[in-house]
């Protein structure tokens, strides 16, 4: 069979991104050793482990921004040969993700204007995009003129403005109060649920980490290879109280807190 044909049912088990046996290196020093890691179509995988151990070089990896020192990263089956469109990074600081000389709608009109869609199209596709972070109407507010959560929010739409088949973020709701955190999970898990977009999501915070993903995988540091592969078989959709107080959650969060105990000593 030729392999590079497409065949659809291979397509949807297919795995949408994978990690074959990555090594990275940085000089002499082995950042992440021999690590193997497949992630299905639309699931959430949550990566978790202590400071230092890997968890921003593995998704820079996947992001295609650093080579691996060893091994391959696919997505949907293709080599990862650097940064792609339809795969989207948000990070933790969104007052340095976005340009603070630009609105809202200039900000998320940057990934239009590098899709290369018309301009007479870009101003009913901000509008959308607004509406579904939960800011319509905000459109021509600067950057300093918006809270954390807001920006957060507009790095965020402007991410789906890519139409992204994967989304990586980098402890995303890390630096928001804890208010805006949840709301902001909750806006995640809608959106991922509506675009099926697989996730990638790096937390230090567990109960974050149960509470957004099918998996949960730990990192292990000195080098960072796996320690945890935690399924999370939480019904959806999740809700802030009822899912945190079940007792599932709560046995799931003393599992990653007993790993994460361990992996430090
Ligand atoms: N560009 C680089 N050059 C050299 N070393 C680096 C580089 N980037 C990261 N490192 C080192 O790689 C190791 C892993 O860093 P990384 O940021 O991936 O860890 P992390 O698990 O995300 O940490 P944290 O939880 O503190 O954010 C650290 O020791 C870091 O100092």
Not at 44 to 70: D, Q
Not at 75 to 89: Q, Y
């Amino acid at each position: 069979m030729d392999v590079r044909a497409p065949d659809t049912t291979v397509k949807a088990t297919a795995p949408v991104i994978a990690f074959d046996k990555i090594t990275l290196a940085f000089g002499a020093k082995t950042i992440i050793s021999d690590l193997s890691l497949e992630i299905g179509r639309g699931e959430i995988v949550c990566v978790i482990g202590p400071s230092g151990c890997g968890k921003t070089t593995a998704l820079r990896v996947a992001g295609g921004l650093i080579p691996p020192t060893k091994g391959t990263v696919r997505l949907l089956g293709e080599p990862m040969a650097g940064p792609r469109r339809d795969v989207a990074i948000v990070f933790q600081d969104y007052a340095k993700a976005l340009l603070p000389w630009r609105t809202a709608a200039g900000n998320i009109s940057l990934a239009l204007e590098a899709a290369g869609v018309a301009q007479s199209e870009r101003g009913d596709r901000i509008r959308d995009l607004l509406a579904k972070v939960g800011l319509a109407g905000h459109e021509d507010k600067y950057p300093t003129e918006m809270s954390g959560g807001m920006q957060q929010r507009i790095q965020i739409a402007r991410c789906l403005a890519q139409d992204p088949a994967v989304l990586l973020m980098d402890e995303p709701f890390g630096a928001l109060d804890a208010m805006t955190r949840q709301g902001l999970q909750d806006e995640m898990l809608a959106i991922v649920a509506e675009t099926g977009a697989t996730v990638f999501f790096v937390t230090h915070d567990l109960e974050e980490a149960v509470y957004l993903g099918d998996r949960v995988i730990g990192l292990l540091p000195h080098p960072g290879r796996i320690g945890i592969d935690q399924r999370i078989d939480l019904p959806r959709p999740r809700n802030q109280l009822e899912t945190r107080e079940t007792p599932e959650f709560l046995r799931l969060r003393r599992t990653l807190f007993d790993f994460i105990e361990k992996a430090e000593h």
